[in-house]
C-alpha cells in the first residue's frame, strides 16, 4: 500500500476510536449523572416516607422502586465511564453484555405481560388490593390511587366562555409543545375508576368494610364519585355504595376498574406509550451498538500495536508512536 494511502487509513482508525471514545464517555456520564440523582431523590422520598406508618412491599413504595433503579443506573453507568476512560476490555465487555441483558430482560417481560395478560392483571389487582388495605397509612400509595381515581379539573360553561379569548394563543403554545389541543381545553388524564378490579375493592380497607364502625363503612373515598366542578367537594359522596349493585350507583361512583381503565387509556393512546417505550429502549440499544463499535476498535488497534512491535521491535516501537500518534496518546496500552 503506497504511504500516502497507509497514512490515510491511519488518521481515519485515530479519528474514528477517538469519536467513538469521547461518545460513550459522555453517553455514559449522562447516564451516571441521572442515576445519581434518581438514586438521591429516591434516598430523600425513603426518608421522607420513613416518618408515616408504611407499606412493607417495594412493589407499592415508589421510593423504593427509585433507590433500586437509582443504584442499577449509577453503577452499570459507572463501569461504562470508567471502561470508556481506561479502555479496559473486561470491563468494556461487562458493560455491553450488562446493557444487552437489561434490554433482553425488558423486551421478555413486555412479551410475557402481553402474552399472560390475564396474570398481569391478576397481579395488579393484587397488589393494588393490598394497597387499598393501608390506604390510609401510605401517603406514596394514597396519591397514586387518588390521582388516578380523580377525575381532573374540567373547565365550567362559565370558564370556558371565559377561555375561549385565548384560545388561539393556547393552541400556538400547545402545538409547539405537540401536544394535541382540543376546543382550547387542558389535556388531562381522565381514568374515571374506582379501585382495582371494581369498586368493590374498598370493602378490604378496615374503615370502608360493611361490617367496620364510623362513617366510612361501606362507602369508597370520594375520589371515586362523579364531580361537579360547580360544587363543593362532598367527601362522602360515596356513602354506602359497596353493598350495591352497579347499575344502583353508576350515576353517583365510578364503578369500573382502574387496572382496566388504565390498560384502555395505554390502548387509546397508543402513539405516547410507542414513544416513551422507544425512549426506554432506543438509548439502552445505542448503548450496546456503541461499545461493540469501540470494543472492535481497541482490539484492532492492540492488535496492530502487537504487529508492530514484533517487526521493529521494543525500542523502534516506540519511536513509531511518538512519531505517529500525535494527538492519540491515549491509545490503549
Known amino acids: 500500500m503506497p504511504r500516502g494511502d497507509s497514512e490515510q487509513v491511519r488518521y481515519c482508525a485515530r479519528f474514528s476510536y477517538l469519536w467513538l471514545k469521547f461518545s460513550l464517555v459522555i453517553y455514559s456520564t449522562v447516564f451516571w449523572l441521572i442515576g445519581g440523582l434518581v438514586l438521591s431523590v429516591g434516598i430523600y422520598a425513603e426518608v421522607e416516607r420513613q416518618k408515616y406508618k408504611t407499606l412493607e412491599s417495594a412493589f407499592l413504595a415508589p ?9 442499577v443506573m449509577f453503577i452499570v453507568s459507572f463501569i461504562g465511564v470508567l471502561a470508556s476512560l481506561r479502555d479496559n476490555l473486561c470491563l468494556l465487555q461487562a458493560f455491553m453484555y450488562i446493557l444487552g441483558i437489561c434490554l433482553i430482560i425488558e423486551l421478555i417481560g413486555g412479551v410475557v405481560a402481553l402474552i399472560f395478560r390475564n396474570q398481569t392483571i391478576d397481579f395488579l389487582n393484587d397488589n393494588i388490593r393490598r394497597g387499598i388495605e393501608n390506604y390510609y397509612d401510605d401517603l406514596d400509595f394514597k396519591n397514586i390511587m387518588d390521582f388516578v381515581q380523580k377525575e381532573l379539573h374540567k373547565p365550567s360553561p362559565s ?20 401536544v394535541p389541543l382540543v376546543s382550547g381545553q387542558r389535556i388531562f388524564f381522565e381514568f374515571k375508576c374506582c379501585g382495582g378490579e371494581d369498586y368493590r375493592d374498598w370493602s378490604k380497607n378496615q374503615y370502608h368494610d360493611c361490617r367496620a364502625p364510623g362513617p366510612l363503612a361501606c362507602g369508597v373515598p370520594y375520589t371515586c364519585c362523579f364531580r361537579n366542578t360547580t360544587e363543593v367537594v362532598n367527601t362522602m359522596c360515596g356513602y354506602k355504595t359497596i353493598d350495591k349493585e352497579r347499575l344502583s350507583v353508576q350515576n353517583v361512583i365510578y364503578v369500573r376498574g382502574c387496572t382496566n381503565a388504565v390498560l384502555m387509556w395505554f390502548t387509546d393512546n397508543y402513539t405516547i406509550m410507542a414513544g416513551v417505550l422507544l425512549g426506554i429502549l432506543l438509548p439502552q440499544f445505542l448503548g450496546v451498538l456503541l461499545t461493540f463499535l469501540y ?11 502487537s504487529v508492530t512491535d514484533g517487526l521493529l521491535g521494543p525500542g523502534t516501537k516506540a519511536g513509531v508512536e511518538a512519531a505517529g500518534t500525535g494527538c492519540c496518546m491515549c491509545y490503549p496500552i
Do not use: F, N, P, Y
Not at 295 to 305: C, Q, S
Open 63 to 71: 421510593a423504593i422502586i427509585l433507590i433500586l433503579l437509582g443504584v
Open 159 to 178: 370558564e370556558k366562555k371565559k377561555r375561549k379569548k385565548g384560545q388561539r394563543e393556547l393552541q400556538t403554545t400547545w402545538q409547539s409543545l405537540r
Open 295 to 305: 470494543i472492535t476498535r481497541v482490539e484492532d488497534i492492540i492488535t496492530e500495536h
